[in-house]
């Protein structure tokens, strides 16, 4: 197919979306210094000129494609009627998501990091803006109002210590935890943390 014609056919938001999941498999494929206008333009069948309309510079597509890529996958928290089985789904959902990307994002946010100077939390708030932990606020919203949750433990270290842990991993060994890995960190750290004090 003629570049032309790839172009007369994706418009507005049609071709945005193309252009940043060229961009999201050039990151995945090829890293951090391989993101460039000239690949993520040849991989979308487009031209420079049709990036540039879009987004000023190399960084502000990054963003933009980190924005897009990160999103992918995400679903509504799930609810299953009981705190742990919703917490060990929720990681397991981010294990999917996380196990083609872990790898590149471990080594990308290294070089990221030295030419920006943001951080990995930067990325975090960037990609998810307001909607950030708002799946593990759902969450324990429901547990507290079954029971299974003390209000009073959450305090912001207790709230977010099961994915703070789970992103952990993830950074210290460019990969997803295993669902043994998980199920402890739901186990053995987060429900001893939260539960409610046994009576009698």
């Known amino acids: 197919m003629a570049l032309e014609e790839t172009q007369t ?40 000129s049709v990036i540039y309309r879009r987004w000023a510079d190399r960084d502000e597509l990054l963003k933009a494609t980190l924005m897009f890529g990160l999103n992918q996958g995400r679903t509504e928290p799930p609810d299953t009627g009981s ?21 590149v994002m471990s080594v990308f946010m290294g070089a990221y990091y030295s030419e920006s100077g943001r951080t990995f939390a930067d990325v975090r708030r960037e990609a998810f803006g307001d909607r950030a932990g708002t799946s593990l606020d759902t969450i324990l919203k429901r547990a507290i109002a079954r029971g299974e949750v003390d209000p009073d433990r959450l305090t912001p270290r207790v709230r977010t210590v099961a994915t703070d842990l789970y992103r952990h991993d993830v950074l ?20 001893p943390l939260v539960a409610p004090p046994r009576r009698g």
């Open 83 to 103: 705190l742990r089985e919703d917490l060990i789904e929720l990681l397991r959902g981010a294990n999917h998501r996380n196990a083609v990307i872990a790898p």
């Open 9 to 48: 056919r994706r418009r507005g938001k049609e071709l945005e979306d193309a252009i940043l999941a060229a961009g999201w498999a050039q990151l995945l494929n090829s890293g951090y210094y391989g993101f460039t206008i000239d690949a993520v333009a040849e991989r979308a069948e487009t031209s420079r």
């Open 172 to 191: 210290m060994t460019a990969a997803p935890p295993s669902d043994d890995d998980i199920v402890a960190i739901v186990d053995e750290v987060f429900l």
